[in-house]
């Protein structure tokens, strides 16, 4: 059995980081562990432009100890009028690594996505000219469609239309949810990958009504039937460079979440590697762990390898029952409950 692994340090290929003192309050939780993460740009206004994007990576390396290292790569959030020039901005920036599709209205402050995808077609050739990666939330907003069937309906509608009239646009689907999702990916050319989170892999729908309505295990995508989980699984630990980390993690004060009309967002930035290292050895696939955290990401980025290393050690502890968040609190996954895997400082 192994005790302890060392894998080159992660990188955290999604994340939710907030702004302000809710921010400073989680920051450090994603510096411990990872060199670099995709910072999603769903703030409220959204982060629509390069000095926008600019501004708010130095509000998070002013929220972090000087020493940490981490790095954020910036993103913009898509919207019907992002204009072919931004994407230049951005590409001279050399801090603006891609952009966030999200459809209007599928979650958390997206109000300000794009409505039609014909929209954004100049600016999606002028992304696929420069190799900026487009990352996508993939559900459909139809008020008709089941809720556990928005991603699949996503796919048919959305996306394989748009991976074949854009060749040469590279896609992050993020965080799939759906043994549709998998096969998408490994169908579609090496230009298209996948993001998967811990929750997406440890859980299954049942979750969300074990022993009542348990606000913390809402997310967007929602958590899927108990064989969609086994397809993520599955391909996490398969090796294939298409599928890596990227938590999602996505903070919420505890008053947002436990409510009669509760926000989506998982927080598992607190244990992040700690949980997927967790799924990986239960599946008997610890040696699969460093290829999804630490080199599939960066590889398809066009990014280097992090040069740092990362020590896991198996031994439990207890996650705190919430941590502090601005002036709320944010009650993280497994709150109160074991881990089995812990970093060494
Ligand atoms: O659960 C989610 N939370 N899904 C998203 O797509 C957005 C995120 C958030 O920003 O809270
Ligand atoms: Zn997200």
Known sequence: MTDSMTITRP??????????????????????????????????????????????????????????????????YLTDNTEPAEIARACESGKVMAVKYYPAGATTNSDAGVSRIENTYATLDAMAEAGVPLLVHGEVVDGDVDVFDREAAFIDHVLLPLTRRFERLKIVFEHITTSQAVDFVLDASERVAATIT????LLNRNALFSGGLRPHHYCLPVLKRERHRQALLDVAISGSPKFFLGTDSAPHARAAKQSACGCAGIYSAHAAIELYAEIFDQAGALDQLEGFASHHGPDFYGLPRNSGTLTLRREEWQAPASYDFGDDTVVPLRAGQSLHWRIQA
């Open 198 to 201: 811990p929750q997406h892999l």
């Open 11 to 76: 990188d955290d290929w999604h994340l939710h980081l907030r702004d302000g003192a809710a921010m400073a309050s989680v920051a450090r939780h994603t510096a411990e562990r990872f060199a670099r993460a995709i910072i999603m740009p769903n703030l409220k206004p959204p982060v629509t432009t390069t000095a926008q994007a600019l501004a708010y990576r130095q509000r998070i390396l002013d929220a972090l100890p000087d020493d940490t290292g981490f790095e954020p790569l910036m993103t913009l």
